[in-house]
């Protein structure tokens, strides 16, 4: 059981848009900044927001992040085939002492 | 550009240990905490450990405190992980992280705990 909640699996079609949400608590998302990451099949994590909402060197503009509360969400516009992937959301958790981790939500392109 | 190399893993039987190293280059390695995440088979990110840039703060998930250690050589660039009283378990791919934003990330080296 993750300390942040992300929903299993999302799908939209080629083009459309897709938005993903990352719930956790006061100890974590509520007073400390969120990150984001792509892994694709078979690599390793790459960063793709920092600070909630800052995009990470080379990430184009169709991915976005935002916070409200104890809630984030990462946005992609746009959608390609090669967004395909796993995302997961992380953020440290004040209360354990620990950087902590959404289970990761699996994108389908259909 | 920044790269980050993980080396050490392997298979390992329950009970053994391992030392995993992560050679930082293209940054200036003292000046960044650096975090263990491991990805077991088929599963999400986890926390593993974080050593801070002069060594002074080191934590832990529950998972492996008392058995893991985490230290860093600044002046040889790199960073590593003890790991002693290994689990099935403790079975993933282990990946060394740079920096308090957690931006960049090593390619990772398998560990396989197994009789």
């Known amino acids: 059981q993750s300390v942040l909640t992300q929903p299993p699996s999302v799908s939209a079609a080629p083009g459309q848009k897709v938005t993903i949400s990352c719930s956790g608590s006061n100890s974590n998302i509520g007073n400390k900044y969120v990150s984001w990451y792509q892994q694709l099949p078979g690599t390793a994590p790459k960063l793709l927001i920092s600070?909630?909402?800052e995009r990470a060197s080379g990430i184009p503009d169709r991915f976005s992040g935002s916070k409200s509360g104890t809630s984030a969400t990462l946005g992609i516009t746009g959608l390609q085939t090669g967004d395909e992937a796993d995302y997961y959301c992380g953020t440290w958790d004040s209360s354990l002492d620990v950087w902590v981790f959404g289970g990761g939500t699996k994108l389908t392109v259909l | 550009e920044v790269r980050l190399v993980e080396s050490g893993g392997g298979l390992v039987k329950p009970g053994g240990s391992l030392r995993l190293s992560c050679v930082g280059s293209g940054f200036t390695f003292s000046s960044y905490t650096i975090t263990w995440v491991r990805q077991a088979p088929g599963k999400g990110l986890e926390y593993v450990s974080s050593i801070s840039r002069s060594s002074s703060l080191k934590y832990y998930a529950d998972s492996g405190k008392g058995r893991f250690a985490i230290s860093r050589d600044n002046a040889d660039n790199s960073a590593y992980l003890q790991m002693n009283s290994l689990r099935a378990e403790d079975t993933a791919v282990y990946y060394c992280?740079?920096?308090?934003?957690?931006?960049?990330w090593g390619q990772g080296t398998p560990v396989t705990v197994s009789s």
């Open positions: 600070k909630d909402d």
């Open positions: 992280v740079k920096g308090d934003q957690r931006d960049y």
